[in-house]
């Protein structure tokens, strides 16, 4: 397995939610987890990035996205200046729009849940 520095966007402190799940879920998988969230300062007992222009440019594997399409639309630029190999749109976040957008600048684009694909050994 390739350990990946993952940011996970929308993460949540809550146990019931999906992005709090995966954040531990990719911890259980040995990969480096940065939650990124703007209302809280950790997730799961991982420091949180309160946005992606917090996070470094090309450092980052892959974005896992758990914010809604009209949130998410706000997030191009910051996306495209990060530079992650791939971004995973989970269910429900798929953003078709942001999803050329990034295409066209060379990032993979998946609509996919993170937790199944991990669990698959398709991560």
Known sequence: MVV???AVLGASPKPERYANQAVRLLREFGHDVIPVTPAH????GVPAAPNLEALPEGGVDTVTV??????????????LRLRPRRVIFNPGAENPA??????????????ACTLVLLRLGAF
Do not use: C, F, N, Q
């Open 4 to 6: 990946m520095k993952v």
């Open 41 to 44: 300062t950790e997730v799961a």
């Open 66 to 79: 758990y914010v809604s399409p009209a949130h998410s639309a706000t997030m191009t630029s910051a996306l």
């Open 98 to 111: 942001l999803a050329e957008a990034l295409r066209h600048a060379g990032i993979e684009v998946e609509d």
